[in-house]
């Protein structure tokens, strides 16, 4: 008999993006390691992207929980639906070019809604789920965040039933990238402090999906800490062909300060110095593009040369990953951001096209890149070495022998990762 577990997340099908990726992957193998997914999300969720193809990847048979959830982002879009939108998908203007309304709606989003948007459901959660854990005798239970607030029913169901809590946390919480943009007052962010050492010290197990976060979370509590990083699933499409172009492709959001401006300007050189790769050469950009990204490429006279195709589903993505030929990942340059693993690196390695990835020093994601031998990994002030990657990947191009012999991607498959997860529950 399989043992039954209780996952309870926010963001599932029809929602896109890479928040829904992770628990889509981890409940469509879990029953093949002996344990019975349950999935408790909302009825009536406002996610701020939607991917209706992610609803045929859903496993047959797997019994999925939902119940109604108030959501505040919808009285938000009242005032500004573009505005709403913006901030419950992280997309967050520089300060000083945040209008009043964004402004209003960030201060009341970060001192009124504590840990998030989302901190309605835990009280009907909790007692919603009290009953249906007695009924089907459910003694290990799941919250993924974020939102974070979801952590909060894990929290509440743990001390009213006893039952075995794993806490997944896909970022960080008060470190995460925008926590500090929230105009958050000295009470409030105590008070995502306190929230966030009562998760940390009270579940029986933490999981991140990275190491640096690991070592984060080990100076906040001696609770045991499992590395699970995301990772990529084997996909039934059809290889395309690779683009005639010499196609750069950055596929994901583009956030304010997730713009590598010295990557620009390595291109802008390059365009002007080489009339063949003039000539060849286009930027694919896939996904949300802050204005200040589009602003920066302006002034680097590389407009004339973007194919800025917004949000596509997730099988176009994947056909996107495989048809370019480099790829694109950026990750803001501070502190905080080195904890974290975009989901699509695991994806990007497993498309087959090289990457140049842009971020901080001591990213766990420079050491996967040398590891995998699946790309090259530069600083925000490398310029000249980015200039020169991408010169030697186009020379590459130009004699047909630009290609990525991988090592070591075995241990990111989706299945490989759901095994270890079937181990610690």
Known sequence: MKKQVLIITYYWPPAGGPGVQRWLKFVKYLPEFGVEPIVYCPENPNYPIVDESLLVEIPEGIRIIKHPISEPYRFASMLSKKNAKQISSGVIPKEKKQSFVQKLLLYVRGNYFIPDARKNWVKPSVKYLTKLIKDNNIDTIITTGPPHSLHLIGCQLKAQLGVKWLADFRDPWTTIGYHKKLKLTKPSEEKHNQLEKTVL?????????????????????????????????????????????????????????????????????????????????????????????????????????????????????????????????????????????????????????????????????????????????????????????????????????????????????????????????
Request: hydrophobic residues 35%; proline residues 3%.
């Open 201 to 425: 010290n009270y579940a029986d197990e933490i999981i991140v999906t990275s190491k640096n976060t690991k070592h984060e979370f080990i100076s906040k509590t001696e609770r045991p800490i499992s590395v699970i990083t995301n990772g990529y699933d084997n996909h039934h499409i059809q290889r395309p062909s690779k683009d005639e172009k010499f196609t750069l492709a950055h596929i994901g959001s583009l956030l304010s300060e997730r713009n590598p401006k010295e990557l620009w300007q390595a291109i802008s050189e390059l365009l002007e110095e080489h009339s063949d790769f003039e000539k060849a050469f286009q930027l694919k950009l896939i996904g949300v593009v802050s204005e200040d990204v589009l602003q920066t490429l302006r002034e680097n006279s590389l407009e004339n040369y973007i194919d800025n195709l917004g949000y596509v589903s997730h099988e176009d993505a994947i056909k996107q990953q495989m048809a370019s030929r480099v790829l694109i990942m950026v990750e803001i340059d501070s502190e905080d951001t080195k904890v974290i693993i975009p989901g699509k690196l695991f994806e990007y390695m497993a498309s087959g096209t090289p990457i140049i990835a842009v971020g901080p020093t001591d990213s766990d994601v420079e050491a996967i890149l040398k590891s995998t031998n699946t790309g090259h990994y530069f600083y925000y002030d490398g310029k000249d070495t980015i200039k020169s990657q991408i010169l030697s990947y186009f020379e590459a191009y130009k004699s047909n022998t630009l290609a990525v012999h991988a090592i070591g991607l075995e241990q990111y498959s989706r299945k490989s990762l759901t095994k270890r997860l079937s181990e610690i529950i």
